[in-house]
C-alpha cells in the first residue's frame, strides 16, 4: 500500500525511505530499554503519554492542517465538513499513512522516557561544572540565566513545556502531509535519530543534571536564586526524588546534555525552512524564544542547546546522504542487473 499510494512520479521516492528505518529505530531503542533497566514500575505509565500524543495530535490535523477546518474557512469553503468527509473517502490512505507515522511518533517518544532515567542508572553527572564554565566564557563573564531570569513567569513556563509539545506535534504533522520526497524522508528519519540515537549518546558521554539541580548534585549554590515558577519548582523535585530514590517513574529522568527540547525546536526550524519557507521568521522567532527559555528557567546551560541544534541539522544532512544510497540500493534492487 505504502509504495502504491506514496511514491514520486520518478518511482524512486517513496514513503518505506523513512518508515522503515524509523520503525527500526524505535523498536531497537525500546527494546534496549526493557533489557537493561533494573526497575519497570515507569513501562507502562510511560504508555499514557500516547493517547494524550493521539488526541493532540487529532486536533491540531482537523483544525490547523491543510485541509483543516480552520484553513477551509479562511479560504471560504461552503462546507468544509463535507470537504473533509470526501478527503477521507477518497485520500484514505495517505490518511493511514499520516496515523501511522504520528503513532510511531509517539511510540517513539515513550522509548524515550523508558530510556531517560535508565541513562541516570548508568552514568553519574560530571560535567555540569564544565559546562557551566563554557557559557560564563559565552557570555563575556556572565551566568546567562542572570541576564534572562525577567523571562520566568507561569505562561512562559506552559509555553516552554506544552507550547513546544504542540508545536513539535504540528511540525510533524505538517512533513506528514507532505508529498513523497527525499526532503521529507530526511526530516522524518532526522528526528527519531535525535531520540533514539543522538540524545542518549550524547548524554552518556557528556551527563549533566542542568543548573537547577546544581546545588543538589553538589556543585555549589551558583544558580539557588534561578525564579522558578511553582509548577517548575514542583517538577523538579519530582524529578530529584525520583533520581535519588534510583526509580523510574513516569516522566523522570534528568538529562541537561544536550537539550533535546532545543533539538527538536532546531528540527522544527528545519522542517519549516524546508517545507513551508514562508513561516521560517515566525518559527526561528519562536525557536529563539524556547532556546532563551532553556536557559532563564534552568533547565539548560547555553551549551546545551548549542549541541541539540547542532545536532538536529548534523541529523538531517547525515539523514538526506544516507537516503540518497538507499534509494539508489532500492533502485537497483527492483530494476535488476542491467541487461545488456
Given at each position: 500500500m505504502i509504495d502504491a499510494v506514496a511514491t514520486n512520479e520518478g518511482g524512486d521516492v517513496a514513503e518505506r525511505d523513512w518508515l522503515i528505518p524509523c520503525t527500526l529505530l524505535t523498536i531497537a531503542s525500546g527494546t534496549a530499554a526493557l533489557l537493561i533497566m533494573p526497575d519497570h514500575a515507569?513501562?507502562?505509565?510511560?504508555?499514557?503519554?500516547?493517547?494524550?500524543?493521539?488526541?493532540?495530535?487529532?486536533i491540531l490535523a482537523a483544525f490547523c492542517g491543510p485541509t483543516g477546518l480552520f484553513s477551509m474557512i479562511r479560504a471560504g469553503v461552503k462546507s468544509p465538513l463535507a470537504h473533509l468527509v470526501d478527503a477521507a473517502l477518497n485520500r484514505w490512505q495517505a490518511g493511514l499513512l499520516m496515523v501511522i507515522g504520528m503513532v510511531l511518533a509517539g511510540l517513539n517518544m515513550v522509548t524515550f522516557m523508558w530510556t531517560k532515567p535508565l541513562l541516570n542508572f548508568l552514568v553519574p553527572f560530571w560535567?555540569?561544572?564544565?559546562?557551566?564554565?563554557?557559557?560564563?566564557i559565552l557570555f563575556l563573564g556572565n551566568d546567562p540565566w542572570r541576564l534572562l531570569s525577567w523571562m520566568n513567569n507561569v505562561p512562559t513556563a506552559l509555553f516552554y513545556h506544552r507550547g513546544w509539545f504542540a508545536m513539535m506535534i504540528a511540525c510533524l504533522l505538517m512533513v506528514l502531509s507532505r508529498a513523497p520526497s527525499p526532503q521529507k524522508s530526511a526530516l522524518m528519519l532526522a528526528y527519531f535519530l535525535l531520540w533514539s540515537i543522538f540524545g542518549p549518546m550524547v548524554h552518556l558521554l557528556l551527563p549533566a543534571g542542568g543548573p537547577i539541580f546544581f546545588d543538589d548534585l553538589g556543585y555549589g549554590s551558583r544558580f539557588n536564586d534561578i525564579p522558578l515558577p511553582e509548577e517548575m519548582q514542583k517538577m523538579s523535585t519530582y524529578l530529584w526524588s525520583t533520581y535519588v530514590a534510583g526509580g523510574f517513574g513516569p516522566g523522570s529522568g534528568i538529562s541537561a546534555m544536550p537539550s533535546l527540547h532545543i533539538a527538536?525546536?532546531?528540527?522544527?526550524?528545519?522542517?519549516v525552512r524546508t517545507l513551508a519557507?514562508?513561516?521560517?521568521?515566525?518559527?526561528?522567532?519562536?525557536?529563539?524564544?524556547i532556546f532563551l527559555l532553556s536557559i532563564s528557567l534552568g533547565w539548560h546551560y547555553a551549551a546545551d542547546g548549542i549541541v541539540g541544534a547542532a545536532g538536529a541539522y548534523g541529523a538531517y544532512r547525515l539523514s538526506l546522504r544516507w537516503l540518497a544510497r538507499e534509494r539508489t540500493w532500492w533502485r537497483r534492487r527492483e530494476t535488476g542487473p542491467a541487461r545488456a
Open positions: 515507569g513501562v507502562l505509565p510511560a504508555l499514557s503519554l500516547l493517547p494524550l500524543w493521539i488526541m493532540v495530535a487529532a560535567t555540569d561544572p564544565l559546562l557551566a564554565r563554557i557559557d560564563h527538536t525546536t532546531g528540527w522544527m526550524i528545519l522542517a519557507p514562508r513561516w521560517t521568521l515566525p518559527m526561528a522567532a519562536l525557536g529563539l524564544l
